[in-house]
């Protein structure tokens, strides 16, 4: 007995199906053909696990893979060692700027990923300007910066950031009362914290962490930059694509299908625990800042200071250097506008692409997102489940393996996009969906849905209903995840540097060809039209929303 | 281990606004006190500077007759319940329980011992093994009054706790709240701003009112003897009335406004001819005769024991306003209709006479501070 019921074609149906079919050919098909091309032979095309062996075998293959869990792992506990007490100390105690210190934080996180790289370079590398200057000063010579020192430093202060914010909003939920209900039973501020405040942070840090582990891992300018010798796994996916670029990629694959089983394993197992461990807080009178006095005060303040300036620098140096003057690729004495002219005239594309680029793909991401967090919350259904664990792709593909993923799948007829405008925008709204996708399937699990049902009977369709009423209750969670996707797509460079073309090429891809020349000037001026983008669409966003963060 | 609390001249400011200005008081060893007044009266101020949350800015707490204004709140060993019980959210119930306990380092099996109990005391012996968000409001009630007796603290101090509950938990958890106490035998300082809770729960009431003391009694003193206008209004419901003294021979009279007398044989002695008072009648202390006070009646609520009349005054008197009266329906001849024209006598052993200002009792023996 067949129960076929006919299915309506409806708006929602019809959106579902065109999800599903456009994951299917842009990252389920292309993620497909990357798993199968790394089992291949290069010469012969049999499927084989040579690749593996190959990796497995020789120690400077495989030694990568331990350069990148140690720096990874060792930024990741740095990062918590740093973002965790900082949070606690400015939710606890009155700092004074703190206001600032929170834009300077968030600043310090979005800004493009390999500046820190750069920066420190340009500060203490061979002829940085804090190397000469106790060279020639005291005669000292600094440690090195490159290698695994500077990339965890880069790393570290870069990602932090993300502990602290996630902290932050944890504390926040963290009701007064539980605090004082652990005095009132006799237990002392340190216990307080180690028995009750930790505990329940515990799993937003866990999941902040697992941020950073990705984040850390998965980052390829700053060890490309900073690392020299010490190579990691995405410079030597990188690096094995561009030179086997002859049709050879198995190895390449192969690589990238290691880094892929490892960040789903972290991934799947982070979600384990932290859905194990939770426990939902709501809190009606939040931790209330206090003032401390003398020498705690004074540390605190020294501390605080000092970790959110370490991070800023970058920032600061790309700046001021974008004003030095040049004499062709060299800094010389005094100021000039010279580096911007010189972008101008040379990269004008490279600006105008980034925003168009861009612009195009925040637009897609917020279509995209909406509708998928419609579908995948109001209209469950199996296929909705499917559509919602292919929105977990993104979190665990990292950029330079989304780049050659969607180079593999699409260089070829009918689908051969590689050096289009198209494959960058593609990689882009893969990549930074996630920040858009999650806040608006949180705005919209607080919309009630008989508001909807509301316009349906007054006597709207529900494809207007949506358009007229959701869509519009669901801005304001919407823009606050597309603030973090636009800033993230300006400055994407891991996956787009493995997909420009001359005439495709970004910011980002030009500030890292332009370090790669040793053109500092030419960089440094780019980096700074990137980070006052930031900063402004920082501003603008606080301004639209009235609120003084983001949501991660 | 309970002890008494002595607060002596007790001053609260936030920067340059005074919340207490000067207050002190006696909380007897074992006794269930019970601040009550109208939210911003400073009740959970005063309780939270016991508690050693908020500091202390003059004068003196002490426990017995140990100062404690300078030991932190960890080192006070008190038990506090908090409005929305502070529950650990990551322990389970029998670890929220054990939280003290572990604390002051006791050893296993008496600590076992000691959770046993008094899970069984409160009656959540079946959801030991939970985690809290399982829990309903009245068992996390239960969970939070728990952790704070095992550890048998000096006091107990419970901040409105029974204010998110629904009314009939409410009624239920405050018995429970008061057989535990009785059992425990522990000094417990209770906030409210449920007038009807405090009554039925306290040994003694301090009725407070911007950062002041207005009265402190039992019960039923401070309901039938309120000291001022104020806590007659506010514990309970008082008709008021403008008034004057007048002595005959028989005696000293309240002339009510409209003219009616009424002869007072418990006024204390500074009590002069002539002398203008507010009257205070509470509803059930008035009663249907042939002489009094008139009014007509304009609605009437039935609520089974009594019924309610809103009335409004008749005939020429200066005061034209409404007061409620309540019939005992065990006690009532007939039920009267709105429209129906009454006189209303006034009970004068048991009405309460003020002076002008409505700022003290001019009946016999009324103290203040009991």
Redesign the interface.
Known sequence: MSKRKGIKLDFWNVVTIVIVLVFAVFLVYPLFSLFLSGFRDAATGEYTLSNFAKFFSKKYYYRTLGHSFLVTTCTTILAVLIGAPLAYLTTAFKVKGKGLIDILVIISMLSPPFIGAYSWIVLGGRSGIITKFFANVFGIETPSIYGFGGILLVLTLKLYPYIYLYTCGALKKV?A??S??????????V??VG??VL??IAPTILAGSLIVFMNALADFGTPMLIGEGYTVMPVLIYNEFISEMGGQANFAAALAVIMVVITAVMFLGQKYVVNK?S???SS?RPIQAKKIKGVPNVLMHIFIYLVVFLAIIPQITVIYTSFKATNGAIFVDGYSLDSYRSIFHSLGTAIRNTYLFGLIAIVIVIIVSMLIAYVTIRRKSWISNVIDSMTMFPYIIPGSVLGITLLLAFNKKPLLLSGTAFIIILAFVVRRLPYTLRSSAAILYQLSPSMEEAAISLGDSPLKTFFKVTAVMMMPGVMSGAILSWITIINELSASVILYTGSTRTMSVSIYTEVIRASYGTAAALSSILTLTTVVSLLIFFKVSGKKEVSL | MSVAINVENVVKKYDDVTIIPDMSMRIKNGEFFTLLGPSGCGKTTLLRMI???NSIEGGEIKFDDQVINHI?????????V???Y?I???LTVRQNVE??LK??KMNKAEMKKKVDEILDVVKITDYQDR?P?RLSGGQQQRVALA??IV?HPSVL?MDEPLSNLDAKLRVEMRTAIREVQKQVGITTVYVTHDQEEALAISDRIAVMKDGVIQQIGAPENIYTRPYNVFVSTFIGHSNCFHGTLHREKDGLYVVFGNGYKLLMNNLCEECKDGQKVMIAVRPEEFCLGSEGLKAEIRTRTFLGKYVNYDLRFTGDGPLAMDIEFSQDVGQAERIMQPGDKVLLKPNSQKINVFTEDGERSLIKDVKRYE
């Open positions: 009701d009362s539980l004082e209900a652990a005095e009132s039973l006799g237990c002392n501020a216990r307080k028995t009750i505990p329940l461990k426990f939902t807080m009606l | 508690a050693g949350f932190s709140a960890h080192k006070r060993n008190i038990g506090m908090f409005q929305n502070a650990f959210p990551h939280y003290g604390l002051r985690l968000e952790r704070a550890i101090l």
